[in-house]
């Protein structure tokens, strides 16, 4: 897959903070959803282009979630892998 453009990175950016109060708080782990969602939207904002960056700010699932949002970032997602938005959606209440 290719790097998104930057309107198409604003509007994931958007569409994310639509959904951080939509899905369901916590995972059936117990992980805090909506912390990812944060943490996915901070490292869009940002940029945190490196995945050093997103290991100084998160841990766990939440770096998962963030280092997801870098992938697609920088166009290094698989292209059948869903974008960041597209993958809570399955979480929504």
Same mark, same amino acid.
Do not use: H
């Given at each position: 897959?290719?790097?998104?453009?930057?309107?198409?990175?604003?509007?994931?950016?958007?569409?994310?903070?639509?959904?951080?109060?939509?899905?369901?708080?916590?995972?059936?782990?117990?992980?805090?959803?909506?912390?990812?969602?944060?943490?996915?939207?901070?490292?869009?904002?940002?940029?945190?282009?490196?995945?050093? *960056?997103?290991?100084?700010?998160?841990? *766990?699932?939440?770096?998962?979630?963030?280092?997801?949002?870098?992938?697609?970032?920088?166009?290094?997602?698989?292209?059948?892998?869903?974008?960041?938005?597209?993958?809570?959606?399955?979480?929504?209440?």
């Amino acid at each position: 897959m290719s790097a998104p453009a930057p309107e198409q990175v604003q509007a994931e950016i958007e569409e994310l903070r639509r959904l951080v109060d939509k899905v369901r708080p916590r995972s059936f782990f117990g992980d805090d959803n909506r912390a990812c969602i944060e943490a996915q939207i901070v490292v869009l904002s940002q940029p945190i282009r490196t995945a050093e *960056g997103c290991e100084e700010l998160y841990e *766990g699932y939440v770096l998962d979630c963030a280092l997801s949002a870098r992938d697609w970032m920088t166009g290094d997602l698989a292209d059948d892998e869903e974008t960041p938005a597209q993958s809570w959606q399955c979480l929504v209440q």
